[in-house]
């Protein structure tokens, strides 16, 4: 038996937890998200390696991150601890990613053992 | 068999029917998304995948020449085609709940079937790649950066295997009922660590294919 839900009775509950208005949007987002993977793509085969190209990509994995955890997941309305250690995680891999391109002989330079 | 979820069935239900319903709002910010295990279980993978980014890092701050030519020798073809099949995977996941929740498990366990073929795909393309690479004469012991990358594709390999096994046993329960449109927590469960299963490619793909 099907049960449709009304929007503006779901609205009322809380409307900050509905993760989309209709599948649609989830629709809309998995083609999102495939044209991301795209340009990361195009990216790999063509771009020559650059600041700009690496913040790009890193960028995109943030927003990936970010569309699947917020939407595909349904954090964005659950345990806050979960939700914050989720993106944190998604956040600090990238902008090291970023780090150790830009600063590679520094890193080398920390972690060695002896002078 | 308990077939009183598919007593009231949808059998003759177009799959696509579901499409445009609305979704019930369903975690509020006290819920833990399935159960709590399954959050101990994800964020432990998490620190494995972590290990393995930060060793990435080591590598590439010791041997950036083999970092920047790495990627060049890489399937990037194959690598695209993984990443597409598993957030199609997670698409079709989702789409599965958004059925069962609108009390229609037939449909539910279609769009799960969908998800276990991705899981397929995702394996015949990384063996069709390992192959491509062993032809090319790559290996574990070529450089560091191959290294990384077997160990690290592998590891996520494995991982696409454990939430495949997920995604079946989900199936399983609601076929036999135990799963409904009010009660699909194990389901969920299964969802998330699929999600974290992408998430964790969301990152690794970038590193070792395209980032130079």
Redesign the interface.
């Given at each position: 038996?099907?049960?449709?839900?009304?929007?503006n009775e779901?609205h009322s509950?809380?409307e900050s937890?509905?993760?989309?208005?209709?599948?649609?949007h989830?629709?809309i987002?998995?083609l999102c998200?495939?044209a991301l993977?795209?340009i990361?793509?195009a990216?790999?085969?063509q771009a020559e390696?650059s600041f700009f190209i690496?913040f790009i990509?890193?960028s995109?994995?943030i927003l990936?991150?970010r569309l699947?955890?917020d939407?595909?997941?349904?954090?964005k309305?659950?345990?806050?601890y979960?939700y914050h250690?989720?993106n944190a995680?998604?956040y600090v891999?990238?902008v090291?990613?970023l780090l150790?391109?830009l600063y590679?002989?520094q890193?080398?330079e920390l972690?060695q053992l002896a002078p | 068999m308990n077939t009183q979820a598919l007593d009231?069935s949808?059998v003759n239900?177009d799959i696509y029917e579901?499409?445009?319903?609305?979704?019930?709002?369903?975690?509020?910010?006290?819920?833990?998304?399935g159960n709590p295990a399954i959050?101990v279980g994800i964020?432990s993978e998490?620190t494995e995948f972590?290990l393995f980014?930060v060793i990435y890092?080591?590598a590439?701050?010791?041997y950036?020449a083999e970092f920047?030519e790495g990627?060049l020798h890489l399937h990037?073809?194959a690598?695209?085609l993984n990443?597409?099949v598993l957030?199609?995977s997670?698409?079709f996941?989702?789409?599965g709940i958004?059925a069962l929740r609108?009390?229609?498990p037939n449909i539910a366990v279609r769009w799960l079937s969908f998800t276990l073929f991705c899981g397929a795909c995702y394996f015949v393309i990384k063996l069709w790649e390992y192959q491509w690479n062993t032809a090319a004469g790559i290996d574990t012991n070529t450089n560091n950066f191959f290294a990384v990358y077997y160990y690290t594709t592998f590891n996520h390999l494995l991982h696409v295997g454990w939430g495949s096994l997920g995604i079946i046993w989900s199936i399983t329960q609601i076929k036999s009922g135990n799963f409904t449109?009010d009660n699909h927590s194990g389901l969920i469960a299964a969802?998330?660590y699929w999600?974290m299963i992408?998430?964790a490619w969301?990152?690794i793909?970038?590193?070792l294919?395209?980032?130079?």
């Open positions: 038996m099907n049960n449709p839900i009304n929007i779901v509950i809380n937890t509905v993760p989309f208005k209709s599948s649609r989830l629709d987002l998995w998200l495939m993977t795209i990361n793509a990216i790999a085969e390696p690496t990509i890193c995109i994995i990936k991150a699947v955890i939407y595909f997941m349904e954090l309305g659950a345990s806050p979960i250690l989720m995680y998604f891999f990238p090291l990613a150790v391109w590679p002989e890193l080398v972690i | 009231n949808d239900d579901s499409t445009n319903e609305i979704t019930k709002p369903f975690f509020d910010s006290k819920t833990i998304p959050w964020f998490l972590a980014f890092f080591l590439r701050a010791h950036p920047e990627p990037t073809l690598g695209t990443t597409l957030i199609s997670s698409y996941l989702v789409k958004f609108n009390d229609r449109a969802a998330c999600h992408d998430l969301i990152v793909f970038p590193l294919y395209v980032i130079r």
